[in-house]
């Protein structure tokens, strides 16, 4: 989840001196940056655990492990949420 541009910009806002920190302006602005970036994480989460669901690769061993059956091709085609979603298969 760590991409390099954003923590080096990080740990160079961290640089800043306390007080260019304590201004106003400054302090809106790195506050909107860490706003950004917790939900640019959160939704790359959550992306890719909606995508991680869908292969049965990953949960079909997980499912046998867990004594759930029908896991093979993904959570979502065991739940019918594939079928009630998918508007064709083009």
Same mark, same amino acid.
């Given at each position: +989840? @760590?991409?390099p541009g954003i923590a080096d910009l990080e740990k160079g806002? @961290?640089?800043m001196s306390h007080t260019l920190r304590a201004d106003n302006g400054v302090r809106a602005v790195t506050d909107v940056f860490q706003m950004q970036t917790r939900i640019w994480a959160g @939704?790359?989460?959550i992306a890719s655990t909606t995508d991680l669901l869908d292969k049965g690769e990953v949960t079909g061993p997980v499912g046998d492990l867990a $004594? /759930?059956? $029908?896991l093979d091709d $993904? /959570?979502?085609e065991a739940t019918g949420i594939k079928a009630a979603?998918? +508007?064709s298969n083009g």
């Open positions: +989840m @760590s991409d806002l @961290s640089r @939704s790359t989460a $004594g /759930v059956p $029908g $993904g /959570v979502w979603t998918t +508007m």
